[in-house]
């Protein structure tokens, strides 16, 4: 079965020190992995992706996450977390083929982020 | 603006009325998706389009939703008879080609049935 796991419910971090955001997926065949971002009565906002090629992907807002294959991971990472960075932050990752082609999302439940100044 | 809109952005329904929701996508975006996403929970897939075609329903929880893209550009999710249950944010989201599958959201639909 095609899945994806955010183990965290929440993340807390200070301002100015690195964050971590784990995503782990189940799909059969090469995974595309995308990270989203939700503000507050807002949608979703595309952060990044890997689709192939470097391992270290970078996006926007100064993220990046790193696709570890034999771990099944893509964890979001910054090097430096901003007040502003609070929201709540979603990995998916494409599925595989199906009659409709339709490459639809499979999605986490999504992770809080909290920076604390 | 260059970006997915939804509107409304907040409904409130009785229970048992019929409610539509609409999506206008990216200009020229071949694809469009429908999501529900239920307080505390990540997106779930409804369904999905592929300019006027209707590929894949397989997200729609009952037959009393119904999705349609007539001209291959707005879509429409209508739920009739509502029910409490109903109760979730709808997310639309296109994507265009040569895009590498990136896409899209708009802000939601939030329904809220009475």
């Known amino acids: 079965a095609q899945s994806v796991a955010q183990p965290e419910d929440q993340v807390n971090v200070a301002e100015g020190n690195p964050l971590t955001v784990k995503c782990t997926y189940s799909?059969?065949?090469?995974?595309?992995l995308f990270w989203y971002v939700q503000y507050p009565n807002r949608g979703l906002q595309f952060l990044l992706k890997?689709?192939?090629?470097d391992n270290l992907v970078k996006g926007s807002y100064g993220f990046e996450a790193e696709f570890n294959k034999s771990q099944t991971s893509f964890h979001l990472k910054k090097p430096s977390a901003l007040v502003s960075d609070s929201a709540l932050y979603f990995c998916?990752?494409?599925?595989?083929?199906?009659?409709?082609?339709?490459?639809?999302?499979?999605w986490g439940l999504g992770t809080s982020l909290a920076v604390n100044p | 603006g260059a970006g997915v809109s939804q509107s409304p952005r907040y409904k409130v329904a009785k229970r048992g009325q019929d409610v539509a929701l609409r999506c206008d996508p990216i200009?020229?975006?071949?694809?469009l998706f429908w999501y529900q996403q239920a307080l505390g929970q990540g997106p779930e897939f409804l369904t999905y389009?592929?300019?006027?075609?209707?590929?894949?329903k397989s997200g729609l929880p009952s037959d009393r939703f119904f999705a349609e893209r007539p001209e291959g550009s707005v879509s429409t999710l209508k739920i009739q008879r509502t029910q409490q249950e109903d109760s979730a944010v709808y997310l639309c989201?296109?994507?265009?080609?040569?895009?590498?599958?990136?896409?899209?959201f708009g802000p939601g639909t939030r329904l809220l049935v009475l």
């Open positions: 998916a990752v494409r599925a595989a083929l199906n009659a409709g082609n339709n490459r639809k999302l499979i």
């Open positions: 389009f592929q300019n006027e075609a209707q590929l894949d």
């Open positions: 890997y689709i192939t090629g």
């Open positions: 200009s020229g975006h071949v694809s």
């Open positions: 799909v059969s065949g090469n995974p595309y």
């Open positions: 989201a296109s994507r265009g080609t040569g895009q590498q599958e990136t896409q899209y």
